[in-house]
């Protein structure tokens, strides 16, 4: 079966392609069909499928504890994942009691197990929690500035109190007056939608100029019509709902403006709806604030975490070597040792070697390692362990420390002895009591036989596999690549001058030995190793953006009320001036009244916190959510925020003329 992107690209879109045949690796394969535009099994883009034969001969046919392979199957319609797993249990069960004896008891040693998930679950689960923590910022930002906007429209119907009481009074109707203000809301609402719209582009633009190829059908993201409609749909709600609260005092409520003595369009105190929105907004800024401060603290501790390696100046790349001309491991044994002598011999390289899979390359080839049991004869201990085949150099070109015995080197070659080394991590689970130098070992499919067993000739620093974020260090055993050579394999070079130049060095010098092999996944260590943090300082910038406009809504709702306030108390204010009352005296009045409205958006901020660590403590390290800097901090930037907007309209009051103030009408 071949994609339809190849089908299109290498075959012309040939209608006549199904049952024709095609030469890969030098084999000949017979199309049986093309597959849909758009298709794409995980996050892979493989565009040729061939039948998985599982033969006699085959080395994994014979591995029962590896776990290079995945199943995908269909579920009944009335069945459960849970079902499934069960049910494969009772197999496997009853499969290992067909295991030959050694084999047997290595996998119960081992737990053999299958584990069932459901296919949408395993696809989305590392993405799902940071694209949630994105859903729930953006969502916060919008109910902020939904609060922001409805004070804003509360303190303008304040202000026109006395216009719309004069219109109900000389026979306006409430429904002619409700309409007004319903479209004037919604024209705010539409254009504050239009612009959301344009900010939504630019920032699908930013997510997917990252290449995140991690995050499913990224590529197929698009602002749809329905997206479109959607947005549209709750801007309308939110202005709606904007104009209905003020409508409902102004047009339901008592018809003070008339009434004699009124002498200011702003005649009345900030309501209780007003402290409650913008304390809303003082506790939607604490969470945003207070999460970004997690999430960047979080990073911190992840920058500080030790790999194992020194990925500077490192670059890998791959290629695969096909069976028709490289039938058997002598070949490809061969072909790789010439490739890293070749290139070593590059001025600007100062090592390199070959290895079967690599450190935050998303390949993960595990295998059960079993150990001659420290109970003597009649048992194995077993664990289960990242399996990787190198040449010699390869420590030394990545950078691993060597902790005890020899590194591999030419010798280590299919005619000598089986021999591997452990990492710290694994010599510690296999041989707590300490001494692995000339232990014995055994790889999954051969577990007790003599002449399967592997001699541990060195013990290295154990490295992170594929993440910072690792509990545990997963452990590792390395075998020579001359004794387990693979047709695919990677070829990781150090560098003295430019890592850019490295690929177009190992390109050549692979041509010169076999034009027809590519040179492929091309990258630089250090960008793989940056690149698992891809799903923590994405959200974090993001999130950053949120806090600021968050806060920004602060700024906007703090100063907007308390302008209104001083405007609304400005007699009162002159008066209290006029009978003896000091600058200090009238700001400590006006802010013993916010101060009240900011603390209870602080403890508001921190009940929602409760809520959104939910969703956040996965992507926490080292660090967690009562973390008291994190919380100092974002206390500290919250009030200060606060107290810039509340400070300008107090610095006004605070300057009032007694005199000017009990004649003024305003």
Not at 297 to 320: C, I, K, W, Y
Not at 624 to 643: E, F, H, K, M, R
Request: charged share 20%; with cysteine.
């Amino acid at each position: 079966m071949i994609g339809d992107a190849l089908w299109r690209t290498a075959f012309g879109s040939d209608p006549d392609i199904v049952g024709s045949s095609i030469t890969l690796d030098g084999a000949s394969y017979v199309v049986t069909g093309v597959l849909a535009e758009g298709f794409e099994f995980a996050t892979w883009d493989a565009q040729i499928y061939t039948p998985l034969v599982f033969a006699p001969d085959a080395p994994f046919s014979r591995a029962r504890s590896r776990e290079s392979f995945h199943m995908v199957a269909r579920l009944r319609p009335d069945a459960t994942v849970e079902q499934a797993g069960a049910e494969l249990d009772a197999l496997n069960s009853m499969r290992v009691l067909e295991y030959p004896t050694e084999d047997r008891a290595a996998a119960l040693a081992a737990g053999f197990h299958s584990e069932v998930r459901g296919y949408l679950a395993d696809l989305t689960e590392s993405v799902r929690r940071p694209l949630l923590l994105l859903w729930i910022g953006a969502l916060i930002v919008l109910v902020a500035a939904a609060a922001n906007v409805t004070t804003l429209f509360l303190i303008r119907a304040t202000g026109r109190r006395r216009e719309i009481s004069c219109r109900l009074a000389i026979g306006a109707g409430r429904s002619r007056v409700l309409r007004q203000l319903l479209t004037e809301s919604l024209i705010v609402a539409g254009l504050g939608g239009l612009l959301g719209i344009a900010l939504a582009r630019w920032s699908l633009r930013f997510l997917t100029s990252f290449e995140v190829y991690e995050i499913p059908r990224v590529d197929d993201v698009a602002i749809s019509g329905p997206v479109v409609a959607a947005g549209f749909a709750v801007a309308l709600l939110l202005g709606t709902i904007a104009a209905l609260l003020p409508a409902r005092g102004l047009l339901w409520g008592k018809v003070a403006g008339l009434a004699a003595g009124a002498r200011s369009d702003f005649s009345e105190r900030p309501s209780r709806v007003h402290h409650a929105l913008v304390g809303g907004q003082v506790a939607f800024a604490f969470v945003l604030v207070m999460t970004t401060g997690l999430l960047v603290e979080s990073l911190r501790q992840l920058d500080a975490v030790e790999v194992g390696f020194d990925p500077a100046a490192v670059s890998v790349g791959a290629t695969n070597l096909p069976s028709s001309t490289y039938p058997d491991a002598t070949a490809r044994a061969d072909f790789a040792r010439a490739l890293v002598e070749s290139v070593a011999e590059r001025s600007d390289i100062e090592a390199a070697a070959v290895a079967t899979q690599l450190p935050f390359s998303d390949v993960s080839d595990r295998s059960a390692v079993h150990v001659e049991s420290r109970a003597g004869a009649g048992g194995t201990a077993s664990v289960t362990a990242y399996r990787t085949a190198v040449t010699a150099g390869y420590f030394e070109t990545m950078g691993i420390r060597l902790a005890t015995g020899q590194p591999f080197s030419r010798i280590d070659d299919q005619s000598g002895r089986r021999v591997a080394i452990v990492d710290e991590q694994l010599a510690r689970q296999l041989w707590p009591d300490g001494a692995p130098i000339g232990r014995r070992i055994w790889l999954d499919e051969e577990p007790g036989r003599p002449e399967g067993a592997f001699d541990v000739v060195g013990v290295v620093a154990s490295i992170r596999q594929n993440s910072l974020a690792d509990e545990e260090l997963p452990g590792a055993v390395y075998l020579p690549f001359a004794q387990y050579p693979t047709s695919f394999f990677r070829v990781v070079t150090r560098t003295r001058g430019e890592v850019a130049e490295v690929p177009g060095q190992v390109a050549d010098v692979m041509a010169g030995l076999d034009p027809s092999l590519l040179y492929y996944w091309v990258d630089v260590l250090e960008d793989s190793v940056g690149g698992s943090l891809l799903f923590r300082w994405l959200p974090m910038r993001l999130l950053s953006v949120f806090a600021g406009v968050s806060l920004l809504l602060v700024v906007l709702g703090v100063y907007g009320v308390t302008t209104h306030v001083v405007r609304a108390r400005k007699r009162e204010l002159g008066l209290r001036m006029a009978l003896g009352g000091t600058t200090r005296g009238v700001a400590r009045l006006l802010a013993k009244e916010w101060a009240l409205v900011v603390l209870f958006g602080l403890g508001a901020g921190a009940v929602g916190m409760g809520v959104v660590l939910q969703a956040v403590r996965s992507l926490l390290f080292g660090t967690s959510g009562l973390d008291v800097s994190v919380v100092g901090a974002t206390i500290i930037v919250v009030l200060s925020t606060a107290a810039l907007s509340f400070s300008w309209p107090v610095r006004h009051a605070v300057r009032i003329d007694p005199a000017r103030a009990l004649q003024s009408t305003d």
